[in-house]
């Protein structure tokens, strides 16, 4: 009986401790992010408002200070997260401990009782006696093998006593570090809701100026826009010419697509079996506007269709191709900032806003090689690269493609 039970018990802690493994994996994962977006607020503070500005310039200011509050949003929805995740740890340990403290003393009355029944047949006449009083051979074969199973029975309970005894100090241990940690991450909750409603006064102050000159800054970013649209049909025709291109040289039929050579479909091959693995555009950066159609971070009710996602990096960072190609093309705006196209076999990566660069049309590019020295603004103090990525003339959201970080 005292075996059976022992063998529910060790399931029953196996079960236990498998629980408590998983809910780990799934907080280790959460604190994997919370220090992603510890590090992602570090950076926005970096880029976004260490920057030496000019003069102030409302609507980008808004926008970062929007960027901030979202990102740290995210940290304490993830803290939330984590600490729903520890109480439940905490109360698994706290179940656990009580049932080994409980088994802990049934195995110890049981071992007691075994020592002191052991001790007074202790004797090796008492046990010669028990031997040699057997009716027969059989008998007596019966009783030696079962005095050495007792003995074994005997010297096996005081090991699990051993054994059970470390088992509950470590998960002691292991329930005052989880405690400890704990009040850590409620600490640092209560900081960044302290933070954010700083955050969120001075948000609400640059809405209202912008209310006062809501025309000034409408016309602003419609110019904006305008110009944003303009440089990205530039980028199309571009695009559409080299398609026609390459298929009149290869006598192809009129296609939407570029007419690849055997080396240039291999090459488009090797760039779709790295997606998701492709290398940043730049060394170090932030992305400050995602791709596709996404909501004003200014005005509500209105909207802006990125082409590609805007990273904001530090001054003086160069871009980086992100794949082995040819400079498709080297384009010039009309304030001077310029544009380079890579083509990787059907794939099209774009690195706008530069203010130099390094290489020229038709040349062959290495992976991570630099191509240009990305635009500082002198007014809002940010270096910013436009990064645009496409098969053929389709656009595609570079998040997909290159490595997460």
């Given at each position: 009986m005292i075996q059976k039970t022992s063998n529910i018990s060790f399931f029953l802690f196996l079960f236990l401790m498998f629980s408590m493994s998983a809910q780990k994996n799934s907080r280790k994962q959460l604190e994997v992010e919370r220090n992603r977006i510890k590090k992602e607020i570090k950076l926005v503070n970096k880029l976004l408002f260490e920057t030496k500005k000019k003069e102030k310039n409302i609507l980008e200011d808004l926008k970062d200070l929007n960027q901030k509050i979202t990102i740290r949003e995210q940290l304490i929805t993830t803290i939330n997260l984590e600490l729903t995740s520890l109480s439940y740890e905490i109360n698994t340990y706290e179940k656990q401990i009580e049932k080994l403290t409980e088994k802990l003393r049934v195995l110890k009355d049981d071992y007691a009782a075994m020592i002191y029944k052991s001790y007074k047949s202790k004797s090796?006449?008492?046990?010669?006696?028990?031997?040699?009083?057997?009716k027969s051979f059989y008998q007596a074969y019966k009783r030696l093998k079962y005095m050495s199973q007792y003995a074994s029975f005997r010297k096996k309970q005081g090991?699990?006593?051993?054994?059970?005894?470390?088992?509950?100090?470590?998960l002691k241990d292991s329930l005052a570090y989880q405690k400890q940690l704990k009040d850590t991450l409620l600490s640092n909750e209560q900081q960044q809701q302290l933070k954010i409603i700083d955050e969120k006064e001075d948000q609400q102050a640059f809405i209202?100026?912008?209310?006062?000159?809501?025309?000034?800054?409408?016309?602003?970013?419609?110019?904006?826009?305008?110009?944003?649209?303009r440089i990205s049909e530039r980028i199309d025709k571009l695009i559409k010419e080299a398609i026609?291109?390459?298929?009149?040289?290869?006598?192809?039929?009129k296609s939407k697509g570029f007419a690849l050579t055997p080396e240039a479909k291999a090459l488009a091959i090797k760039?779709?079996?790295?997606?998701?693995?492709?290398?940043?555009?730049v060394e170090s950066g932030l992305v400050i506007r995602r791709f596709g159609k996404q909501p004003h971070p200014v005005y509500p009710g209105n909207y802006i269709n990125?082409?590609?996602?805007?990273?904001a990096t530090k001054k003086g960072t160069n871009a980086e191709a992100i794949f082995n190609g040819e400079v498709l093309a080297i384009q010039t705006q009309s304030e001077g900032k310029k544009s380079i196209l890579l083509r990787h076999g059907n794939y099209i990566s774009v690195y706008n806003n530069l203010e130099s660069v390094f290489v020229g049309v038709n040349e062959k590019v290495k992976t991570g090689q630099a191509l240009g020295k990305i635009f500082t603004d002198r007014i809002t103090g940010k270096t910013?690269?436009?990064?645009?990525?496409?098969?053929?003339?389709?656009?595609?959201?570079?998040?997909?493609?290159?490595?997460?970080?």
């Amino acid at each position: 009986m005292i075996q059976k039970t022992s063998n529910i018990s060790f399931f029953l802690f196996l079960f236990l401790m498998f629980s408590m493994s998983a809910q780990k994996n799934s907080r280790k994962q959460l604190e994997v992010e919370r220090n992603r977006i510890k590090k992602e607020i570090k950076l926005v503070n970096k880029l976004l408002f260490e920057t030496k500005k000019k003069e102030k310039n409302i609507l980008e200011d808004l926008k970062d200070l929007n960027q901030k509050i979202t990102i740290r949003e995210q940290l304490i929805t993830t803290i939330n997260l984590e600490l729903t995740s520890l109480s439940y740890e905490i109360n698994t340990y706290e179940k656990q401990i009580e049932k080994l403290t409980e088994k802990l003393r049934v195995l110890k009355d049981d071992y007691a009782a075994m020592i002191y029944k052991s001790y007074k047949s202790k004797s090796q006449q008492s046990r010669t006696l028990f031997l040699f009083s057997s009716k027969s051979f059989y008998q007596a074969y019966k009783r030696l093998k079962y005095m050495s199973q007792y003995a074994s029975f005997r010297k096996k309970q005081g090991e699990e006593v051993s054994i059970l005894t470390k088992k509950l100090l470590k998960l002691k241990d292991s329930l005052a570090y989880q405690k400890q940690l704990k009040d850590t991450l409620l600490s640092n909750e209560q900081q960044q809701q302290l933070k954010i409603i700083d955050e969120k006064e001075d948000q609400q102050a640059f809405i209202s100026q912008i209310k006062k000159k809501e025309k000034k800054y409408k016309k602003e970013l419609r110019q904006k826009q305008q110009k944003e649209k303009r440089i990205s049909e530039r980028i199309d025709k571009l695009i559409k010419e080299a398609i026609a291109k390459s298929n009149a040289m290869k006598g192809a039929k009129k296609s939407k697509g570029f007419a690849l050579t055997p080396e240039a479909k291999a090459l488009a091959i090797k760039f779709e079996q790295n997606k998701g693995k492709l290398p940043w555009p730049v060394e170090s950066g932030l992305v400050i506007r995602r791709f596709g159609k996404q909501p004003h971070p200014v005005y509500p009710g209105n909207y802006i269709n990125s082409t590609g996602i805007h990273i904001a990096t530090k001054k003086g960072t160069n871009a980086e191709a992100i794949f082995n190609g040819e400079v498709l093309a080297i384009q010039t705006q009309s304030e001077g900032k310029k544009s380079i196209l890579l083509r990787h076999g059907n794939y099209i990566s774009v690195y706008n806003n530069l203010e130099s660069v390094f290489v020229g049309v038709n040349e062959k590019v290495k992976t991570g090689q630099a191509l240009g020295k990305i635009f500082t603004d002198r007014i809002t103090g940010k270096t910013k690269l436009i990064f645009v990525l496409s098969k053929n003339t389709t656009r595609l959201n570079p998040i997909s493609w290159i490595l997460k970080k």
